[in-house]
């Protein structure tokens, strides 16, 4: 089993920035990709980074060119980067984790509690 811990989330304005964390713990070595998803209230949850064991990545349409996912494998730790942030921005941002083979797009195995991102005008 893997646990994901996210941390960072907070309330920024409108064009700010925020950098979100996720600690993993468990059996580490099985993960290969990690993710950032959202679900913001009433909506459904989507998907907005992801990235492998080897590198690549994944990156949403409406977040490309402002958002940058990372991982720190010996930290066991995947991160956010978040800049320019939008109104409709605001939602609870999860950390997943995927096993086996590269799976950019989904669906994951492991999920994370949450951190909520609020973005005020």
């Known amino acids: 089993q893997v646990q994901l811990v996210e941390s960072g989330g907070g309330l920024v304005q409108a064009g700010g920035s925020l950098r979100l964390s996720c600690a993993a713990s468990?059996?580490?070595?099985?993960?290969?990709?990690m993710a950032w998803c959202r679900q913001a209230p009433g909506k459904e949850r989507e998907l907005v980074a992801s990235?492998?064991?080897?590198?690549?990545?994944y990156y949403a349409d409406s977040v490309k060119g402002r958002f940058t996912i990372s991982r720190d494998d010996a930290k066991d730790t995947l991160y956010l980067q978040m800049n320019s942030l939008k109104l409709d921005e605001t939602a609870m941002y999860y950390c997943?984790?995927?096993?086996?083979?590269?799976?950019?797009?989904?669906?994951?195995?492991?999920w994370g509690q949450g951190t909520q991102v609020t973005v005020s005008s």
């Open positions: 997943a984790a995927s096993f086996g083979y590269a799976k950019l797009r989904g669906p994951y195995d492991s």
């Open positions: 990235i492998s064991n080897r590198g690549s990545t």
């Open positions: 468990g059996s580490i070595f099985s993960i290969n990709t």
